[in-house]
């Protein structure tokens, strides 16, 4: 039977809830478990492959996946343009300034405004957009330290890093195996450094790129991402169909 996207989003939650992470992380929230609902919405929506192009990013954003359950997952967009809502269970331990709200959360992830936004105006309709490409994190866990701010999974000390990559690269050949793209593009260097490593191993078929990050923590994202980005496709080959919209800001 053909593996799915659902099955290996239940294996990997599984797989990294048996880890454990130390200090300076005090928190960690899995949007596999507390936002199943949604996230598998997504999964079985718009994850029929086969895709041309899959867009693989980090981890979730504290406003973005880790309240709706969808990569770069910014409420208004994953409720108006996805057209996807869910109940949202949070995770037993919430840190007090994190919580999670799921889509009552007023706060906008900027990274998913973008990306979302994006493939909004460019596409015109998401299953116009997922007819050729699909967007996943390579780890699904946020990680918070005690100030409420985010550690990054590549800032993990080496055993924990390790114990996590060795979850999420598994899940990462899976989902390219099921999706069978032609192009795996990193959005941002170390998604782009996994797919260098998988890819290594078991994909070397696939075509390897990497797009500029949407973060506001990026000066250059903040001078415009979606022209940067677009160029970026464009240079490794992926058509786009003209704009349904101007491009003009993020």
Known sequence: MRTSL???????????DRLDFTDPVTHVYNPLRYAAA????????YGGG?????????????FGMAQTGVPFGEVNLVRDFLEIEAPVNPPHREHPKRPIQGFACSRSEVSGARLWGWAQR????APAFFE?????????????EASGRNRT?????????EALQQCCDAALVATLTVLEPTFAIGIGGFAHKCLQRVLGKDLDQLQLGTILH???ASPIANRGWAPQAEQQLIALGIRLPTSRSNLGGD
Do not use: W
């Open 6 to 16: 659902v099955s290996i989003s239940r294996k990997l939650a599984k797989a990294v």
């Open 38 to 45: 949604p996230h598998e919405q997504y999964l079985e929506r």
């Open 50 to 62: 086969p895709k041309e192009v899959v867009l693989v990013g980090m981890n979730p954003g504290p």
């Open 122 to 125: 460019r596409f015109g309709s």
């Open 132 to 144: 050729r490409f699909f967007v996943v994190n390579y780890c699904p866990l946020l990680f918070l």
């Open 153 to 161: 999974p590549d800032k993990l000390p080496a055993t924990e890093r």
């Open 214 to 216: 949407p973060s506001p």
